[in-house]
């Protein structure tokens, strides 16, 4: 699904990303760990499309993300580690996902109350006007409806209280098993039970590669 | 094209709730509102009837405004974006670059013409109510400026927009550019320079490439085309040039920087790291 080789990043004099080669086949359930700067954002926003390397290539499904960034795009969904400040109303949002993504705002409803969250009452208020909470579940109900074959979520759980947390996991444990799900986490002990590989980075390298 | 009219719709109606939105309102709407109250339409000055007094003056007073609040208000739009996270987000969504990029302008652009062109529209029924006769040419010209400095100014402020990183260099640049152009027109530093027997090519030349400049020279030279207010510069080019050549190139030149730099921006949204 994912092929990156000799991967490099340089932020200023600093390899962020340092000759990183690493396949990553459908259905892999990876934990990528490592302490603060090791280069997991970066690792997976130059798979998301937005950063240039310096050397290597990354390829999704064949597509370089940069190039082919639709194709790439239309694979998968991301939750970023902060809800961003959005100024669209719920109704907005829903509208440029659905628009984009091919999806109708009915599932991405759906997927909310799965959530407990019930957008309905929300609708024509400014996403960055809802609670932390609210804005986490609404970017993983919108991950979700996507159906998509690769699915990135940084830090996902951050800002949800630990009932939402658990019903977020029951949801992922019903993904089919050929969708590709890499989580950004420094807590490995929740996501454990959903993993099959756990990758640890540091100073921009792989350390350790390992199947579960 | 699907998506470019989306951002740009999405756009629209983001901003139109925005605080920014509503002292753009306030500001072009409370212009018309202040020459009426104080009764710009009712004098004739120079053979001319109030109406084109009217637009004179809202063009004038629009040539300061306008680039400053479309650079303020726009240069935020891809680099506040950026900073906030908010284009990491928008753009993990199978959206182009290019739609995304011509989609948010395309929007803004509706969103910072329209009210002006509104309020010239609305200053030229005032007069008409007033009495005076409809300067067809005037108001069709202006029309042109008003689309063209729009243009030109979103241009630079998306370029500006794309190149930094951070909001606050973005806003400093606008500042910079707004002071640079305001500063070179004929009754400023230009004038200094002729005073001090700078190189006239060199002031002509600098002259000629300020749209500022060229826009006022452009809108004026339809009220007083002897430009006796404006300064020699002015009247150089406007006896060179010739009146119809001049008003051509004071509406395509800014029209064609400002494609340049929209451009030029997203070439380099396009190479460099979106984030």
Same mark, same amino acid.
């Given at each position: 699904m994912i092929a990156i080789k000799e991967a490099t990043k340089r932020f200023l004099d600093t390899n962020v990303l340092d000759h990183i080669t690493l396949t990553i086949k459908r259905g892999d359930k990876i934990a990528l760990m490592g302490p603060n700067g090791a280069g997991k954002t970066t690792l997976v926003r130059t798979i998301l499309g937005f950063y240039h390397l310096d050397m290597g290539e990354v390829r999704v499904e064949g597509f370089d993300p940069v190039k082919n960034r639709v194709e790439v795009l239309k694979r998968t969904s991301f939750i970023p580690q902060t809800p961003p400040p959005i100024k669209l109303s719920l109704n907005e949002l829903m509208e440029y996902v659905s628009k984009s993504s091919h999806i109708t705002p009915k599932s991405i409803m759906q997927e909310a109350?799965?959530?407990?969250?019930?957008?309905? @009452?929300?609708?024509? @208020?400014? !996403? !960055? @006007?809802?609670?932390g909470g609210m804005k986490q579940k609404m970017l993983i109900a919108i991950a979700l409806a996507k159906r998509s074959d690769l699915l990135i979520f940084d830090e996902p759980t951050a800002n949800l209280d630990p009932k939402a947390r658990e019903k977020f996991y029951a949801l992922l444990q019903e993904m089919p098993d050929s969708a590709t799900t890499i989580y950004v986490t420094h807590r490995i002990e929740e996501v454990e039970p959903l993993v099959n590989r756990k990758i640890y980075m540091d100073l921009g390298k792989v350390i350790e590669d390992e199947r579960v | 094209m699907r998506n470019l009219l989306l951002v740009a719709k999405l756009d629209i109606k983001e901003s139109?709730?925005? +605080?920014? $939105?509503?002292?753009?309102?306030l500001v072009f709407g409370g212009l018309m509102a202040l020459f009426f109250i104080t009764g710009i339409t009712d004098s004739v000055v120079m053979g001319f009837t109030g109406l084109s007094r009217l637009l004179l003056v809202?063009?004038? =007073?629009?040539? =300061?405004?306008?680039?400053?609040?479309?650079?303020i208000t726009t240069v935020k739009s891809i680099s506040g974006d950026r900073e906030s996270a908010i284009l990491e987000y928008m753009l993990s969504f199978p959206v182009a670059l290019r739609d995304y990029y011509w989609g948010k302008m395309l929007g803004r652009f509706v969103i910072v013409f329209v009210p002006v062109m509104i309020a010239l529209v609305i200053g030229v029924l005032w007069g008409l109510f007033k009495g005076g006769e409809l300067p067809w040419k005037v108001l069709i010209v202006y029309s042109l400026f008003l689309f063209s400095l729009c243009a030109l100014f979103l241009g630079i402020a998306f370029f500006i927009s794309t190149i930094v990183k951070s909001h606050d260099v973005a806003l400093g640049a606008s500042f910079v550019v707004w002071i640079l152009m305001l500063a070179f027109i004929d009754i400023a530093l230009i004038g200094l320079m002729l005073a001090n027997r700078w190189n006239d090519d060199f002031i002509i030349a600098l002259a000629l490439l300020n749209p500022l400049e060229v826009f006022r020279v452009g809108a004026i030279s339809l009220f007083d085309p002897e430009l006796t207010v404006m300064g020699p510069v002015a009247y150089f080019l406007l006896d060179t040039f010739g009146h119809k050549l001049f008003l051509f190139y004071a509406v395509?030149?800014? &029209? =064609?920087? %400002?494609? &340049?730099?929209?451009?030029? %921006? $997203?070439? =380099?949204?396009? +190479?460099r790291d979106l984030l």
């Amino acid at each position: 699904m994912i092929a990156i080789k000799e991967a490099t990043k340089r932020f200023l004099d600093t390899n962020v990303l340092d000759h990183i080669t690493l396949t990553i086949k459908r259905g892999d359930k990876i934990a990528l760990m490592g302490p603060n700067g090791a280069g997991k954002t970066t690792l997976v926003r130059t798979i998301l499309g937005f950063y240039h390397l310096d050397m290597g290539e990354v390829r999704v499904e064949g597509f370089d993300p940069v190039k082919n960034r639709v194709e790439v795009l239309k694979r998968t969904s991301f939750i970023p580690q902060t809800p961003p400040p959005i100024k669209l109303s719920l109704n907005e949002l829903m509208e440029y996902v659905s628009k984009s993504s091919h999806i109708t705002p009915k599932s991405i409803m759906q997927e909310a109350s799965r959530m407990d969250l019930d957008i309905s @009452k929300h609708l024509a @208020k400014p !996403f !960055f @006007k809802l609670s932390g909470g609210m804005k986490q579940k609404m970017l993983i109900a919108i991950a979700l409806a996507k159906r998509s074959d690769l699915l990135i979520f940084d830090e996902p759980t951050a800002n949800l209280d630990p009932k939402a947390r658990e019903k977020f996991y029951a949801l992922l444990q019903e993904m089919p098993d050929s969708a590709t799900t890499i989580y950004v986490t420094h807590r490995i002990e929740e996501v454990e039970p959903l993993v099959n590989r756990k990758i640890y980075m540091d100073l921009g390298k792989v350390i350790e590669d390992e199947r579960v | 094209m699907r998506n470019l009219l989306l951002v740009a719709k999405l756009d629209i109606k983001e901003s139109t709730r925005s +605080k920014w $939105f509503f002292v753009y309102l306030l500001v072009f709407g409370g212009l018309m509102a202040l020459f009426f109250i104080t009764g710009i339409t009712d004098s004739v000055v120079m053979g001319f009837t109030g109406l084109s007094r009217l637009l004179l003056v809202y063009m004038q =007073v629009t040539i =300061v405004i306008l680039p400053i609040f479309i650079l303020i208000t726009t240069v935020k739009s891809i680099s506040g974006d950026r900073e906030s996270a908010i284009l990491e987000y928008m753009l993990s969504f199978p959206v182009a670059l290019r739609d995304y990029y011509w989609g948010k302008m395309l929007g803004r652009f509706v969103i910072v013409f329209v009210p002006v062109m509104i309020a010239l529209v609305i200053g030229v029924l005032w007069g008409l109510f007033k009495g005076g006769e409809l300067p067809w040419k005037v108001l069709i010209v202006y029309s042109l400026f008003l689309f063209s400095l729009c243009a030109l100014f979103l241009g630079i402020a998306f370029f500006i927009s794309t190149i930094v990183k951070s909001h606050d260099v973005a806003l400093g640049a606008s500042f910079v550019v707004w002071i640079l152009m305001l500063a070179f027109i004929d009754i400023a530093l230009i004038g200094l320079m002729l005073a001090n027997r700078w190189n006239d090519d060199f002031i002509i030349a600098l002259a000629l490439l300020n749209p500022l400049e060229v826009f006022r020279v452009g809108a004026i030279s339809l009220f007083d085309p002897e430009l006796t207010v404006m300064g020699p510069v002015a009247y150089f080019l406007l006896d060179t040039f010739g009146h119809k050549l001049f008003l051509f190139y004071a509406v395509f030149y800014p &029209l =064609v920087l %400002g494609a &340049l730099f929209a451009f030029a %921006g $997203f070439w =380099v949204f396009r +190479k460099r790291d979106l984030l």
